[in-house]
């Protein structure tokens, strides 16, 4: 059974640098076809795809947040961290890790982690 | 970037009514299309993948379907348990999600 789990701050200020870990349990990030997203989704409104990294340490970001993430993975530990810089009261949402492996559908999710940003 | 145009944004319908919605892409994205449903307080699920593949588990009452660039999603018969939050997603180029379709019952 495939688990994922995300964890970070609830409450981050103005400008302060984000740090959220995936972690997932019952699949290997290295084996092939492996990726973890990260999507968000602001109170009441839609879900945004943010990143993502592949078993091969290809990295692929949202065009309009480039600027502000990085993705990176420790398969030995089963993990996906996303940092996300210049924080910014906009930036308010739940934060998702999701898995695909054979298909491009993102097929397994994290619970969601809340992130607060405000001073 | 690829943008998804999914409509209508909310919608109100009968149990045992055909309920439809759709999703219009920026650019041909072939078969690259997803949709997904979300209940309040969880996360999303996959229902539908590459078009018209329903996912293990999955009532046959959805289903999907491709028309150019444009996608259509659709529940049969709706049943009380399909109220909630559908999203279509993109992966041809990245990722893009739909804006959402609101479902509830009348």
């Known amino acids: 059974q495939v688990t994922l789990k995300e964890s970070g701050p609830a409450l981050v200020k103005p400008t302060q640098t984000l740090t959220l870990t995936c972690t997932f349990s019952g699949v290997s990030l290295s084996s092939p076809g492996m990726r973890v997203s990260w999507i968000r989704q602001p109170p009441g409104k839609a879900l945004e795809w943010l990143a993502r990294?592949?078993?091969?340490?290809?990295?692929f970001y949202s065009p309009s947040l480039r600027s502000r993430l990085t993705i990176s993975k420790d398969a030995s530990k089963n993990q996906v961290v996303l940092t996300m810089t210049n924080m910014d009261p906009v930036d308010t949402a739940t934060y998702f890790c999701a898995l695909s492996s054979v298909r491009w559908s993102l097929d397994d999710w994290g619970q969601g982690t809340l992130v607060t940003v405000s001073s | 970037d690829i943008q998804m145009t999914q409509s209508p944004s909310s919608l109100s319908a009968s149990v045992g009514d055909r309920v439809t919605i759709t999703c219009q892409a920026s650019?041909?994205?072939?078969?690259?299309l997803n949709w997904y449903q979300q209940k309040p307080g969880r996360a999303p699920k996959v229902l539908i993948y590459?078009?018209?593949n329903l996912e293990r588990g999955v009532p046959s009452r959805f289903s999907g379907s491709r028309s150019g660039t444009d996608f259509t999603f659709t529940i049969s018969s709706l049943q009380p348990e399909d109220t909630g939050t559908y999203y279509c997603?993109?992966?041809?180029?990245?990722?893009?999600f739909g804006q959402g379709t609101r479902l509830d019952i009348k």
């Open positions: 590459d078009v018209s």
């Open positions: 997603q993109q992966y041809h180029t990245l990722v893009t």
């Open positions: 990294i592949d078993w091969d340490d290809d990295d």
């Open positions: 650019q041909d994205i072939r078969h690259y």
